[in-house]
Structures are given as structure tokens and as C-alpha cells.
């Protein structure tokens, strides 16, 4: 039971970052802006970014929630509304505002600060850390596609 309040909290806000994150994006993936683009070739089809999305917020949110009870600290609280703030941003920058270099900047931001959850809190977690692994992987990945398409465009 002492699980269950701060998970259906994280759970609440991660799937709340993704729906403002489509809010945000607009046409996104289906307009003429981005379609017309030269994209990496392991781009994948708009269908898994979806359910990719939906299992790495529900890991994450696993993961703060284990996370908070083990450390509920500013720390932990500051580094989530950044990543947050990073995720929810680089929808709007790179989809609606059209700004490559802008979107690569906060990707790589968002990256580093996903991977500062993993390095920091992997001694306290240990291999509760596995549930973050999806998010960094995920996020190494767009990462990518980003800047293929800064390169290729």
C-alpha cells in the first residue's frame, strides 16, 4: 500500500507529460514538415513510438515511485521535474517550432539528466535500475534521429 500512492502519483504526471507532449507536437509526425524530411533509416514506424512511450513511462513510473520511498529527497523530486520539463519541451521545440539544433540540445539535456538517475541512484536501486534501462535506451535512440536529421536536412 505504500507503493501504490506514489506510483499512481508518477504514473499520473509521466502519462500526463505525454499526452501534453502530444498537445504540444501538434500534426508532429504526420505533417509535411517532418514526412518530407530525409530520416534515418532505423526510424521506426509511427505506430511503436506510442507503445514504446507507454511501457517506459509505466517502468519509470515504477521506478520513481521505488525510488521516492528509498530517497525521498529535493534531489530526486528536482532531477524528475527537470527530466520533465525536458521530455514535455522537445516536443513543442523540435515538432511545432521546427527547431533541429534546438531539439538536439534538449534530447541530449534529457539524456544526460536520464542518465544521471541511472549513475547516481544505481547503488540504492540495484536491479530496480533495470526499469529506467527502457528509458535511456529509448531516449539514446531519438536522440539519434534527431541528429540524423539536423545532419541529413
Given at each position: ?16 507529460a ?5 498537445l ?9 514538415w517532418y514526412?518530407?524530411m ?6 521506426p514506424?509511427?505506430w511503436?513510438f ?5 511501457f ?5 513510473s515504477?521506478?520513481?515511485?521505488l ?8 534531489k530526486?523530486i ?16 523540435f515538432f ?8 538536439l540540445?534538449?534530447?541530449t539535456?534529457?539524456?544526460?539528466i536520464?542518465?544521471?538517475?541511472l ?7 540495484k ?17 539519434s534521429?534527431?541528429l540524423?536529421?539536423?545532419i541529413?536536412?
Amino acid at each position: 500500500m505504500k507503493f501504490l500512492k506514489p506510483f499512481l502519483i508518477f504514473l499520473i504526471i509521466n502519462f500526463g507529460a505525454l499526452g501534453l507532449g502530444v498537445l504540444l507536437m501538434g500534426e508532429a509526425a504526420t505533417s509535411d514538415w517532418y514526412t518530407s524530411m530525409h530520416q534515418a533509416p532505423w526510424t521506426p514506424p509511427n505506430w511503436v513510438f506510442g507503445a514504446a512511450w507507454s511501457f517506459i513511462m509505466l517502468c519509470f513510473s515504477i521506478y520513481m515511485a521505488l525510488l521516492y520511498l528509498k530517497q525521498p529527497s529535493k534531489k530526486v523530486i528536482t532531477l524528475f521535474i527537470i527530466q520533465f520539463i525536458l521530455n514535455v519541451s522537445w516536443n513543442f521545440v523540435f515538432f511545432n517550432q521546427h527547431l533541429i539544433s534546438a531539439g538536439l540540445a534538449t534530447i541530449t539535456a534529457l539524456t544526460f539528466i536520464v542518465t544521471v538517475f541511472l549513475v547516481t541512484y544505481f547503488q540504492l536501486m540495484k536491479f530496480k535500475s533495470l526499469l529506467i534501462l527502457p528509458y535511456l535506451i529509448w531516449i539514446c535512440i531519438a536522440t539519434s534521429l534527431n541528429l540524423y536529421i539536423l545532419i541529413y536536412n
